[in-house]
């Protein structure tokens, strides 16, 4: 009861949001609520991993990251995609292989390239790439950052600690943004990693940033300075949420215990708003199911991608 | 001038005429200049585009993948060809499949340098020619380097295709000097029949009785075999070698394989999957019927490469290997 209570003080804390913030926040909800029912009834091809409980750390960054920055998404990036682009009617065709697809149906759901975005589906292979884009742009374009989204699974890569190393020794401005919520696929973290990310990072002389925060507007006022020196000093800088992953690894795979799944649901930033702020959030909800709705009824309906720059 | 010189000036010229082109690579600035002297006096005149890097093989190509992805070019040292094993994935799925896997065609300038081979000594870990390994991935381009083709010209061109390539250097060549002028030694000339490909004949490049394909590391090898077979067993034998070896430019091959009938791949890879095997199947598949036998491949024994001299003699391909080979098949 009494944690009960607390949480909704602290519900009722939040601060203020846009009606775009709150928007995007749920559409990418219900998108990704959509592609799961669209698994279940058969009609995606291979598999995906939806980014349910952490849709806010996209959201909240992109403020702070702007299209001439460089963004390194992973294999759960939907959010990452659509908090910067705001384009469901292409990340669903080229995730169902429908005309109008990002990639022409080529990538799928981790393979995405757009303009400065770019995602690729190898645990910790984004990294290095991210180094180098960062080396050209302090030398090309001083003051652009490279934002590269990782997991807590894959600090068991060593190109992670090759690439924190370049980016240290050769001062660029590249953010990693760690999305640690709890679990590599099915391994609990505390069954794969020994010892901290922070210490892990402090190791190499970078900064290192946690946040629990689940709030758009407070993240925002914690890490706009550290992104800005970032980006002014040219240096790495990693930025840690302790997220929660509220859906399942892929789909119908989620073997955690009921009580691990139900106190990831209880740090879901969904609820908090539901709270804070409910007839605001029910209007923006409603809003966000009928875009997603009317975009996978267009797209279902659309041809097959062609791909012809083989 | 020395292969070594030919391939440093290369370097020089492209940092000089791209300034976005980088060069990376461990211990490659001056002094030391690279463990080959490659890259000797770059870092000097280049000092932000040419890198000494950490230990990280995988992470300095993949830092290579990030500039030719941003719009640099980008050409990254590997200090000896086994180490690319550390740098397969970022090459295999990351390099070469950006190429095509986001379904319209990117754009990606990376040369990854590996020195290869052995002859030196360095024993099982320092002396292999992986090449095989990285034939058919879609989007990868393999070359190597020769002393016939001025690296100042295909440097440039690897660069301009745009798509990720490996170029393996042997480390024997790099002390060697680049041929000029068409003229070989006493017996033997070459021309280039077609772009990239050079050809080492006896007087008339038409007539001959066989041919022999080799990377240019085999180079010295295949020189020798030729001229042991003129003046040992009468036998003519002309030798090409392309500066691709991935994908093959065949079509360009062709018109001198099939005026021969007779035809053998040389290569210092140990046997198994090698890139002979890719030769032959094309050469099969254009000339079947008007090959007097099949292609035949020379290569090393399936042997890890021993230290010892003698030993390392024993498995790797010899220019007594490849004459031997050519006698017996055309005796046959």
């Known amino acids: ?310 | 001038m020395r292969v070594v010189d030919n391939l440093n000036l290369a370097l020089r010229s492209v940092l000089e005429r791209d300034p976005e082109a980088y060069l990376l690579g461990e211990d490659i600035v001056d002094p030391y200049g690279g463990a080959f002297k490659v890259t000797k006096g770059l870092s000097s005149t280049f000092p932000d585009r040419v890198l000494s890097t950490p230990l990280s093989e995988g992470g300095i190509v993949g830092v290579g993948g990030g500039l030719a992805l941003a719009g640099s070019r980008a050409i990254v040292e590997i200090m000896f060809a086994d180490f690319v094993a550390l740098a397969f994935d970022q090459i295999v799925n990351f390099a070469s499949k950006s190429v095509s896997m986001y379904g319209k065609r990117v754009p990606m300038p990376l040369v990854v340098r590996c020195p290869s081979g052995g002859g030196r000594g360095y024993g099982p870990t320092h002396s292999q020619s992986p090449q095989k390994h990285f034939i058919g991935v879609p989007g990868l381009s393999l070359y190597e380097i020769s002393p016939f083709h001025d690296n100042q010209a295909l440097l440039p061109a690897i660069l301009r295709r745009a798509v990720p390539a490996l170029l393996f250097e042997d480390k024997l060549l790099y002390g060697r000097q680049m041929y000029t002028e068409g003229v070989v030694d006493d017996l033997l000339q070459y021309d280039f029949p077609a772009p990239d490909v050079a050809r080492v004949f006896v007087e008339t490049p038409d007539e001959c009785d066989c041919v022999l394909i080799a990377p240019g590391g085999v180079s010295q090898r295949a020189i020798g075999a030729v001229r042991r077979l003129l003046l040992e067993h009468e036998i003519s034998c002309q030798l090409l070698i392309p500066a691709r070896l991935y994908p093959l430019p065949i079509e360009a091959l062709l018109p001198v394989l099939r005026g021969a009938g007779s035809v053998f791949v040389a290569e210092e890879s140990v046997a198994g999957g090698t890139w002979g095997h890719e030769v032959a199947q094309l050469v099969h598949r254009a000339l079947w019927g008007e090959l007097r036998h099949p292609v035949t491949l020379i290569h090393s024994q399936d042997s890890i490469i021993p230290t010892a001299g003698h030993l390392e003699e024993q498995v790797l391909l010899q220019e007594t290997t490849i004459c031997r080979t050519v006698v017996e098949t055309l005796r046959d």
């Open chain 1, 1 to 310: 009861m009494t944690s009960a209570v607390a949480t909704a003080d602290r519900a009722k804390e939040r601060t203020p949001l846009t009606d775009e913030d709150l928007l995007l926040l749920l559409m990418i909800r219900r998108f990704e609520e959509e592609l799961l029912r669209l698994f279940g009834a058969g009609l995606l091809n291979g598999t995906t991993h939806t980014c349910l409980g952490q849709e806010y750390v996209p959201v909240a960054l992109r403020t702070l990251i702007g299209l001439e920055d460089f963004v390194f998404s992973n294999h759960r990036g939907h959010g990452h995609y659509l908090a910067r682009y705001q384009d469901l009617r292409g990340l669903l065709a080229e995730i169902m292989g429908r005309e109008g697809a990002v990639c022409n149906g080529v990538g799928g759901s981790q393979h995405i390239l757009r303009d400065r975005y770019l995602s690729t589906g190898v645990q910790g292979q984004s990294l290095p790439v991210a180094v180098g884009v960062a080396l050209r742009l302090k030398h090309a374009e001083p003051g652009r950052l490279v934002c590269a989204h990782i997991g807590d699974g894959t600090w068991g890569e060593g190109s992670v600690y090759e690439a924190l190393n370049m980016a240290a020794l050769w001062r660029l401005p590249l953010l990693v943004v760690v999305e640690h919520n709890g679990i590599a696929q099915s391994t609990p973290t505390t069954a794969q990693m020994a010892g901290t990310i922070a210490d892990r990072v402090k190791a190499f002389g970078i900064d290192h940033h946690r946040t629990e925060s689940t709030d758009i507007g407070e993240i925002r006022a914690e890490l706009d300075p550290m992104i800005q020196r970032s980006r002014e000093a040219s240096l790495p800088l990693v930025v840690e949420f302790a997220t929660h992953r509220v859906g399942p690894h892929s789909k119908g795979d989620d073997t955690r215990p009921p009580d691990v799944i139900e106190r990831a649901e209880a740090h879901d930033w969904h609820r908090s708003y539901a709270t804070a702020f409910p007839e605001r959030f029910a209007h923006a909800d409603e809003r966000a199911r009928s875009l997603v709705e009317e975009v996978v009824a267009e797209v279902q309906d659309l041809p097959p991608a062609v791909w012809t720059e083989q």
